[in-house]
T-cell receptor
């Protein structure tokens, strides 16, 4: 079975621009979470979506938004990019996201560079 | 944001040696997970722990869920060169709809042949 897939692999943007990152979860997984990982740090939680609804939000500004589609794929949008948004953006999928404990499996990530 | 405590930042061992890593938190977690990340890739799940005191093995890896629910340990036995990478611990609450992971900063493991 295919794992979590993310696109694009790499992206270079200019300050002030916006970006859309995409994620397809493992088949059968209904929950998608987004994380930001800056160099030398562990991933930081941004959003969790389950059944197309936001179920959790981390400490990120409103410039960050996301959505989940009927096929459980997801998009992460970042507006008004800042240099500090440069990071590896990771998507993770799990079978459920509501009060249950299921392992999260990560995709390869999208490397975003803001210049 | 909150992060779990992992130290030291780097570890250097000889091939064939065993290595232990621990992870601590000021908060209680109901699930502990250990991930390994290679450069330029996403974290790969190694072991998941669900009950305080639980000891779980996956091949040469053994992990334990601390009794206090505030710590976890990972042991790698008979290390090999492909064990090189960054090892992250992560805690997950099980208290409702939000099942976000909180990660440590990671430990970079180097294995000398």
């Amino acid at each position: 079975d295919a794992g979590v897939t993310q696109s694009p692999t790499h992206l270079i943007k200019t300050r002030g621009q916006h970006v859309t990152l995409r994620c397809s979860p493992i088949s059968g997984h209904k929950s998608v979470s987004w994380y930001q990982q800056v160099l030398g740090q562990g991933p930081q939680f941004i959003f969790q979506y389950y059944e197309k609804e936001e179920r959790g939000r981390g400490n990120f500004p409103d410039r960050f938004s996301a959505r989940q589609f009927p096929n459980y794929s997801s998009e992460l949008n970042v507006n008004a990019l800042l240099l500090g948004d440069s990071a590896l953006y990771l998507c993770a999928s799990s079978r459920h996201g509501t009060g249950l404990t299921y392992e999260q499996y990560f995709g390869p990530g999208t490397r975003l560079t803001v210049t | 944001g909150q992060q779990l405590n992992q130290s030291p930042q780097s570890m250097f061992i000889q091939e064939g040696e065993d290595v232990s890593m621990n992870c601590t938190s000021s908060s209680i977690f109901n699930t502990w997970l250990w991930y390994k990340q290679d450069p330029g890739e996403g974290p790969v799940l190694l072991i998941a722990l669900y009950k305080a005191g639980e000891l779980t093995s996956n091949g040469r890896l053994t992990a334990q869920f601390g009794i206090t629910r505030k710590d976890s340990f990972l042991n790698i036995s008979a290390s090999i060169p492909s064990d090189v990478g960054i090892y992250f611990c992560a805690g997950q609450p099980n208290t409702g709809a939000n099942s976000k992971l909180t990660f440590g900063k990671g430990i970079t493991l180097s294995v000398r042949p």
